[in-house]
């Protein structure tokens, strides 16, 4: 098992007398996290809590090696954060604002220019970095954001709602940057979203809360597997006389549409038996799909399990 790189215990955060985070536990390893809740549930204040912004009301928590509350600028230094808003100084051009923010950060000027050319060639920024950032579409303002949450090539990457207001290409774009990031620069990404899909074809493991509280930190991988999983095949030749083939060798099917063919089982459990069965009976398997759990449902279940209105 990876050793966890966020390690958070029995967070609470109380706005007055509002309980924004009940006795949050859990933790974070690398790869890329996707944070997950309805409106109001506490992401916000989760990820203000990270980055030393807001004050634990009670609880403990480190962040790659540093206590939370207590070492909130080193923790700063190894962040990188994209939050939601737009947030830039007006009058500067895109690769100012890049170089701004890689100064904040601690970069020596020339070493910041340099890196801020580097990184907006990564997000796909042409010349456009040249002109005034107030000039720029919304797809632009969000990779400016993003380069500016990397510049200083942090291990931790937060990133707020980071494909909201993209169209389906710039949303895949940015979407296989991060993927490019965790996997080959090996960083620990942290996606919060409430865009589903984006969320299972990125990351590696899913946090959900609700009203505050945590209700699912796990694998994505555990979380669709199916409690009863099956596979659904699509058959050239007689599935009849491939389904009494499986039969025979005690698994059980149901035919579906057309050349569909569901058995009941694992498939990295009988796979081989299937091939067999396929071969025995003269038949030609064209597609074989394991049944997943889907993220929608997973979501939808654990908001609905912690009393949330809108379930
Ligand atoms: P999310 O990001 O999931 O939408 P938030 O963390 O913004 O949720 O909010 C969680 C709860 O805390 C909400 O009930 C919200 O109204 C409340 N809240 C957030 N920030 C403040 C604040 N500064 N003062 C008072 N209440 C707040």
Known sequence: MKQPLIQLDSIVKNYKTICALNQISCNIYPGVTGLLGPNGAGKSTLIKVLLGLVKVSSGYGTILGYQLGKQGRKIRQLVGYMPEDDCYIPGLTGVEVVRFSATLAGLPKVEALRRSHEILDFCGMQQE?????????????????????????????????????????????????????????????????????????????????????????????????PASPTITLSVVGDKQVLADALENIGLETTSGDRDELTIEGDLNVISDQIWQAAKTSGCGIRNMTPSINSLEEIFIQAIKESGHADA
């Open 129 to 225: 970095r040249y002109r005034n950032i107030e000039t720029y579409s919304t797809g632009m303002r969000q990779k400016i954001k993003f380069a500016c949450s990397i510049v200083h090539d942090p291990q931790l990457l937060i990133l707020d709602e980071p494909t909201s207001g993209l169209d389906p290409e710039e949303r895949e774009s940015l979407l296989n940057r991060i993927r490019v990031l965790s996997r080959q620069f090996g960083k620990t990404v942290i996606l919060s979203t409430h865009i589903l899909p984006d969320v299972q074809s990125t990351c590696d493991h899913v946090v959900i809360i609700s009203r505050g509280q945590l209700r699912i930190s796990d694998s994505l991988e555990n979380l669709s597997r």
